[in-house]
């Protein structure tokens, strides 16, 4: 299997004790040189000299006075963000450290983008030596929206960003997006569905992010995504859980749930709680499962031995943005964990 998701910047972050990604001099100085982070011919003498002060040391202390100098506002404003979002990374030691913060101490201040790269690397750590691209592409869905189809029964989930760029370009870029504007339609491409015969392919073309993952109930691509859910969950909180899909919720005993994004809470709490779901919302949904802790000592005791159920739907405008985070602070775990 190839090296892949190498734009996550996984290959330049070390593992500690825990195996767990720890933040390196390399994978901030990954972030100086994004093209929004690089001074433009136009800047300041001042904001050159922090920008070339930090590459030379990324975890350098950088005081405010440092930064309210610059000349551009926009710029003052970018530095700003981007050096809380160090600090944060360097309190916490590691990718982990600083996600989990992030969720219990609040994300106020740092952006979506932001959260959405730390999640990108640490699947990428997750599913290193993973030979299923079914696997690597359920795990985009953690950090990458998608947009969703459903056809004849079959839920199908493709890149958000590919699927606009396509719809606007036909897929040839630049060049069909000059098409557009002369006024001609582009050519229809069609992405591929990935299956448990053709998922090799996936591996050629990581980053293209121009494959539909297939999670109608049953489908690989929902067990994969499932896989993914169990790893993620084992890795941040030490506990062993089984993730299977369900049809339905048939369980008169139904003590806990949670959303994978914020549709599915919704509905879920409203189903809970006895409130009228009408069929358009029900609709919504596109998978259910069931989740079982291999101790129940894990959970807490008034729960102990219970099943949690899960569920991802998609909005009215039928895209999916699943939120990993809800599997790391909402499920009932017990004081020891």
């Known amino acids: 299997m190839p090296d892949f998701w190498r734009e996550s910047g996984y290959h330049l972050l070390e593992r500690d004790a825990q195996g767990h990604l720890a933040v390196t001099p390399d994978f901030l100085r990954a972030y100086l040189l994004r093209p929004e982070m690089r001074p433009p011919e136009e800047a300041c003498p ?12 990324p975890g ?28 944060r990374l360097l309190a916490a030691g590691t990718l982990e450290g600083c996600y989990l913060r ?3 101490e609040g994300v106020r201040g740092v952006p979506g983008l932001f959260v959405d790269q730390l999640v990108h690397a640490i699947v990428r750590g997750l599913l290193d030596g993973t030979p299923s691209g079914l ?11 998608q947009t969703v189809s459903v056809d004849d029964g079959r839920v199908r989930l493709a890149d958000r960003e590919t699927v606009e760029m396509m719809a606007a370009t036909g ?11 002369a006024g001609t339609a582009p050519r229809q491409v069609e992405l591929d569905i990935l299956d448990e015969t053709n998922h090799p392919a996936y591996w050629e073309r990581d980053q293209r992010h121009d494959t539909v993952l297939d999670v109608t109930f049953a489908a690989a691509g929902l067990d ?7 790893g993620w969950v084992a890795h941040f909180l030490g506990v062993t859980v089984s993730i299977q899909p369900v049809q339905q919720i048939r369980d008169d005993r139904w003590v806990w749930h949670v959303g994978l994004d914020g549709e599915a809470t919704a509905i879920m709490n409203d189903l809970y709680n006895g409130v ?3 069929q358009e919302r ?10 079982e802790f291999a101790d129940p000592a894990d959970m807490r005791p008034d729960l102990a031995g219970r099943p949690v159920y899960l569920g991802l739907a998609m909005t009215d405008k039928r895209l999916l943005k699943l939120k990993p985070q809800n599997l790391l602070v909402n499920l009932p775990l017990a004081d020891r964990v």
Not at 224 to 230: D, F, H, M, Q, S
Not at 282 to 291: E, N, Q, T, Y
């Open 46 to 57: 001042a904001e050159r000299t922090l920008h070339a002060g930090l590459m030379e040391d």
């Open 60 to 87: 350098r202390p950088v005081p405010d006075a440092l930064v309210e100098v610059l000349a551009d506002p926009d710029a003052r404003d970018n530095w700003r963000v981007w050096l809380a979002f160090r600090d």
């Open 102 to 104: 992030l969720f219990r």
């Open 135 to 145: 696997r690597a592409r359920a795990g985009e869905l953690l950090f990458r929206e």
């Open 171 to 181: 897929g040839f870029g630049s060049l069909g997006r000059l098409v557009v504007e």
């Open 224 to 230: 994969a995504l499932a896989r993914v859910l169990e």
């Open 276 to 278: 009228e779901v009408g």
């Open 282 to 291: 029900l609709a919504r949904i596109l998978a259910l499962f069931r989740l």
